[in-house]
Nanobody, 120 residues
């Protein structure tokens, strides 16, 4: 099993920056990809960015050029540096990994979420 703990959320003004962290523990060898999703009130959860163990990254179009995802495999931690924050970035941000296995097939792990609020 994998446990994920996020930190770094908060309240910032538009144009500000935040850095989110997610530390993984447990059966981390099963993880091939870590990333961040977000869910705003009344909206579906959406992918923000993810990174593989090999370093391949993927970003949502809405955050390209503003957010940067990095990882420290030695610390089993993934980071999301968010710059130029906009009010529409307001959401709960969830850390996510693959690597789960069960009778129903593979499944993902999720952190508890951290709130990011951007005021205008």
């Amino acid at each position: 099993q994998v446990r994920l703990v996020e930190s770094g959320g908060g309240l910032v003004q538009a144009g500000g920056s935040l850095r989110l962290s997610c530390a993984a523990s447990g059966s981390i060898s099963s993880i091939t990809r870590m990333g961040w999703y977000r869910q705003a009130p009344g909206k579906q959860r959406e992918l923000v960015a993810h990174i593989t163990r090999a370093g391949t990254t993927n970003y949502a179009d809405s955050v390209k050029g503003r957010f940067t995802i990095t990882s420290d495999n030695a610390k089993n931690t993934v980071y999301l540096e968010m710059n130029g924050l906009k009010p529409e970035d307001t959401a709960i941000y969830y850390c996510n990994t693959d690597g789960g296995y069960g009778w129903s097939g593979p499944f993902d792990y999720w952190g508890q979420g951290t709130q990011v609020t951007v005021s205008s």
